[in-house]
C-alpha cells in the first residue's frame, strides 16, 4: 500500500485527538519536512514519544525510521514535481510567459477539442467508486500520481496505483474501478501486458487513451479516446504530448 494511502486510512478510522491521527496529518500535510526530520524531530512535532513514532512506522511496513524518512523524501519530490507540471501546464494559464511555443503550438488545438461529456463521465467515475487502481506505463506515472494525490487529499477511500504485478487484478470486486492509461497502447503489447490480465477482471474497466484503437473496447467497459477529435501528430515520437494533454484532461475532470 503507498504512504499517501496509510496515512489516509489513519485520518479516516481515527478521531482528532488521537496521536495516530495527529501523526498522520502532520506527516501527510510536511512530507518535505519530514524527510529532513530526526526521529527525534518528528516526535516533538506530533507531541508524542520517539518510541510510539517507532511503533506506527513498524506498523507501516517500513524496517527503521531511517527507510520511512527516505519515502517521505520521495514523496515530497513527487509533490513538487506535480506541483512543477501543474503550473507549467495548467489549462487555465495557457499563455506564452509560462508555457513555451512549442506547447502552445501543439496543445491547444487538442484542448479545444476535448468532449465536455468526457470530462463529465471520467467525473463521475472518481464520484461514484470509492476504490480506484490507476494503470499506466512509466510515461503515464505523472498523470496517475496526480490523480492519486489529488483524490487522496478529499480523504478518498484508496486510490492504487498498479505497477507491474497486474495479477492482483483478478482478486477486485464489482465494487472497484480499474483506470487504464495509455498515450501509444504498448501498455497491451507482450504476454505479460495488461490486457490478459484485464479479461477475467470483474472491476468496471475504463480506458482513457490519447490514441482510438477499436480493438481494445472488448477489455473494458467503457473506452474514451480523449483527443480522437483532434488533429494527430504524423508521429508518436514525442509521446511527452500525450502525457501533458491527459494531464490536462484530468485536471479538467478534477476541477470541473
Known amino acids: 500500500m503507498h504512504l499517501m494511502d496509510k496515512l489516509n486510512q489513519i485520518i479516516n478510522e481515527s478521531t482528532p485527538d488521537r496521536m495516530e491521527y495527529w501523526f498522520a496529518d502532520f506527516v501527510k500535510s510536511h512530507f ?37 524518512r527516505h519515502d517521505c523524501a520521495y514523496n515530497a519530490k ?24 512549442y506547447f502552445n503550438q501543439r496543445l491547444l488545438p487538442f484542448l479545444k477539442a476535448i468532449q465536455k461529456k468526457d470530462i463529465e463521465f471520467v467525473r463521475d467515475v472518481f464520484d461514484y467508486y470509492p476504490k480506484i487502481y490507476l494503470i499506466s506505463m512509466v510515461s503515464m506515472n505523472v498523470v496517475t500520481q496526480h490523480i492519486q494525490l489529488s483524490l487522496s487529499y478529499i480523504h478518498r477511500e484508496k486510490v492504487i496505483i498498479i505497477v507491474n504485478d497486474y495479477n492482483q487484478l483478478s482478486s477486485l470486486s464489482k465494487k472497484d474501478c480499474v483506470i487504464v492509461f495509455s498515450n501509444t497502447g504498448n501498455i497491451f503489447k507482450g504476454e505479460n501486458r495488461v490486457g490478459r490480465h484485464l479479461l477475467h477482471c470483474q472491476a468496471y474497466k475504463l480506458l482513457l487513451s490519447a490514441i482510438d484503437d477499436p480493438s481494445l473496447t472488448h477489455l473494458f467497459n467503457h473506452c474514451i479516446p480523449v483527443f480522437k477529435n483532434a488533429a494527430q501528430p504524423q508521429s508518436l515520437a514525442n509521446s511527452q504530448i500525450y502525457v501533458h494533454l491527459m494531464f490536462f484532461f484530468i485536471e479538467m475532470v478534477l476541477t470541473s
Open 32 to 68: 518535505d519536512q519530514v524527510g529532513e526530520m530526526t526521529i527525534e524531530d518528528l516526535a516533538k512535532s506530533c507531541q508524542t514519544s520517539t518510541s510510539s513514532i517507532s511503533r506506527l512506522i513498524n506498523q507501516f511496513g517500513y524496517e527503521n525510521y531511517k527507510s520511512f
Open 78 to 101: 513527487a509533490l513538487k514535481q506535480h506541483m512543477i507540471l501543474s503550473q507549467d501546464v495548467c489549462p487555465l494559464h495557457l499563455a506564452p510567459e509560462n508555457i513555451d511555443h
